[in-house]
Structures are given as structure tokens and as C-alpha cells.
Nanobody, 122 residues
Framework: QVQLVESGGGLVQPGGSLRLSCAAS????????MGWYRQAPGKQRELVAS???????NYADSAKGRFTISRDNAKNTMYLQMNSLKPEDTAVYSC????????????????WGQGTQVTVSS
């Protein structure tokens, strides 16, 4: 089994910064693409940013220029540095990852974390 655990959420004032982490653990052979998603109350979940195993990144327009996604493959951990936060960034942020385990090295399975709350408010 594989577990993804997010951390780093919290309450921050507009203009502030937070760094989210997503740590993967378990019977991991390798991790393919990873991504950060968020869901605000009453809205659909949306992709914030994604990163391939090789480090190529993709950002939602709302995140470009303010957020930076990165990963440490040796630690099976992904990060999201969020700067210049706005009230509209308030949401539950979740990570996902395509993981190949030692029991299934030829097929990746997508796993999700439980989410971490980010609240931007004065």
C-alpha cells in the first residue's frame, strides 16, 4: 500500500506565503507524475500544478508567477511553495501521485492524500 500525507497548511494573511509538502510512503518502486489540486467550498476540484518525474512542470493560470511546484525524488516528496496568497486561494489542497509499486512495477496506480486546509484571511 501507498500513503500520501500532506502538511504545511494553515491560516495566513493576504500576501503571505505557505509551503505545502506531500510525502509518499509505502511499497514504492517509482513515482511518475505528481500534482497538487484544490477544492474550495461549493466549487469543483481543480488542478493547481503538476510535475513529472523528470521535473517538467505545469501550472494553472491562477498559480503562475506565484506558486512553485518541486519534488525530491530521493525522499518521495513533493512541495508547493505558495507566495502572494490571496483570499481566493482558500481551499483544501490535496496531492496525488501515479505510483508503481514493487507488486505492480508495470502499471501505475493513482493515490491521493487526505488534504490540508489553506485559509487566506486577514
Amino acid at each position: 500500500q501507498v500513503q500520501l500525507v500532506e502538511s504545511g497548511g494553515g491560516l495566513v494573511q493576504p500576501g503571505g506565503s505557505l509551503r505545502l509538502s506531500c510525502a509518499a510512503s509505502g511499497n514504492i518502486f517509482t513515482i511518475n507524475d505528481m500534482g497538487w489540486y484544490r477544492q474550495a467550498p461549493g466549487k469543483q476540484r481543480e488542478l493547481v500544478a503538476s510535475i513529472t518525474s523528470g521535473g517538467s512542470t505545469n501550472y494553472a493560470d491562477s498559480a503562475k508567477g506565484r506558486f512553485t511546484i518541486s519534488r525530491d525524488n530521493a525522499k518521495n516528496t513533493m512541495y508547493l511553495q505558495m507566495n502572494s496568497l490571496k483570499p481566493e486561494d482558500t481551499a483544501v489542497y490535496s496531492c496525488n501521485a501515479g505510483v508503481r509499486t514493487y507488486r505492480s512495477i508495470w502499471r501505475a496506480t493513482t493515490y491521493w492524500g487526505q488534504g490540508t486546509q489553506v485559509t487566506v484571511s486577514s
